[in-house]
């Protein structure tokens, strides 16, 4: 099932941005003659990635590019417990989604119950 036109890009951009800050972050942490290297091969994959999203238009695409690119989500809170990720289940990326929204929503000032 694919999400409507105006849903989905809304949604990429959400992704684009949390996943390209996730990945330059990770690039902090490659191995390189110098940080020039490590930001050069992070800028070239952040295009990669970013086209990979620009290319998703249903959920299953969106859980499907998470697991491309789980290695760019460390930690999952499960219950106070801190575990690794290495798959991301439809409730998985529906929640992560979900999350880029209240986190827009906090940062817009936005009062909700």
């Given at each position: 099932?694919?999400?409507?036109?105006?849903?989905?890009?809304?949604?990429?951009?959400?992704?684009?941005?949390?996943?390209?800050?996730?990945l330059f972050k990770k690039s902090r942490g490659w191995p390189c003659e110098n940080d020039w290297c490590?930001?050069?091969?992070?800028?070239?994959?952040?295009?990669?990635?970013?086209?990979?999203?620009?290319?998703?238009?249903?959920?299953?695409?969106?859980?499907?590019?998470?697991?491309?690119?789980?290695?760019?989500?460390?930690?999952?809170?499960?219950?106070g417990i801190q575990e690794t990720v290495s798959y991301f289940t439809m409730e998985d990326t529906m929640?992560?989604?979900?999350?880029?929204?209240?986190?827009?929503?906090?940062?817009?000032?936005?009062?909700?119950?």
């Open positions: 099932m694919n999400i409507n036109t105006v849903n989905i890009r809304i949604i990429r951009e959400l992704v684009i941005e949390d996943m390209t800050s996730r490590a930001h050069a091969r992070a800028f070239y994959q952040s295009e990669i990635l970013i086209d990979a999203i620009n290319d998703c238009v249903s959920l299953s695409n969106i859980n499907a590019l998470c697991n491309e690119y789980v290695r760019l989500f460390d930690i999952k809170d499960n219950h929640n992560y989604i979900i999350g880029l929204f209240v986190y827009e929503l906090e940062g817009c000032g936005l009062d909700y119950i």
